[in-house]
């Protein structure tokens, strides 16, 4: 499974729980719903730039020099 998949797996479980928590608690079932939208909105754009792929010409690790002939 990828790392989206898994991330957004986990941000589904954390908003079930936090909905059931507001239900126990007597939230009126409309906020709830709006709670649940606005959640499941933050979950995709926090999984898409925490698992976006990098570029290939934006690498982090640095190049050596070419090395010196051995002679």
């Given at each position: ?32 719903g709006v709670g ?36």
């Amino acid at each position: 499974m990828s790392s989206f998949g898994t991330y957004l797996i986990g941000f589904i479980i954390l908003i079930v729980g936090l909905a059931f928590a507001a239900y126990l608690l007597n939230v009126p079932q409309m906020w709830i719903g709006v709670g649940v939208i606005v959640l499941i909105g933050i979950g995709v754009l926090s999984a898409t730039t925490r698992t976006k792929m990098r570029d290939p010409g934006e690498t982090t690790t640095t190049t050596r020099p070419p090395s010196a002939p051995n002679g």
